[in-house]
């Protein structure tokens, strides 16, 4: 069984940082892809960035150039945001893969950019 946990939410003003982490555990897990989605009350899910094995990255057009995707060696992916906005405010959720069509959902973490 694969558990992901997401960490690191919060309430933070306008212009401010935050990094979000997604730890993997669990079973053996072979590192694939790793996304980082938003979901904000009234509105469906979207994709913020993600990050394959090989390093490749994707960003949403809204977060381009202030958020940041990365991971280290323990499988554990990271969401640096920067300059955070009040429509950055969200249920950030992280999505591990193992495979292309095998992958696994956090319970999502908060984040609210508010002054």
């Known amino acids: 069984q694969v558990q992901v946990v997401e960490s690191g939410g919060g309430l933070v003003q306008p212009g401010g940082s935050l990094r979000l982490s997604c730890a993997v555990s669990g079973r053996i897990f072979t590192f694939y892809a790793g996304y980082w989605y938003r979901q904000a009350p009234g509105k469906e899910r979207e994709l913020v960035a993600g990050l394959s094995a090989g390093g490749h990255t994707n960003y949403g057009d809204s977060v381009k150039g202030r958020f940041t995707i990365s991971r280290d060696r323990k499988n554990t992916v990271y969401l640096q945001m920067d300059n955070l906005k009040p429509e950055d405010t969200a249920v950030y959720y992280c999505?591990?893969?193992?495979?292309?069509?095998?992958?696994?959902w956090g319970q999502g973490t908060q984040v609210t950019v508010s002054s």
């Open positions: 999505r591990a893969l193992r495979a292309p069509e095998v992958g696994y």
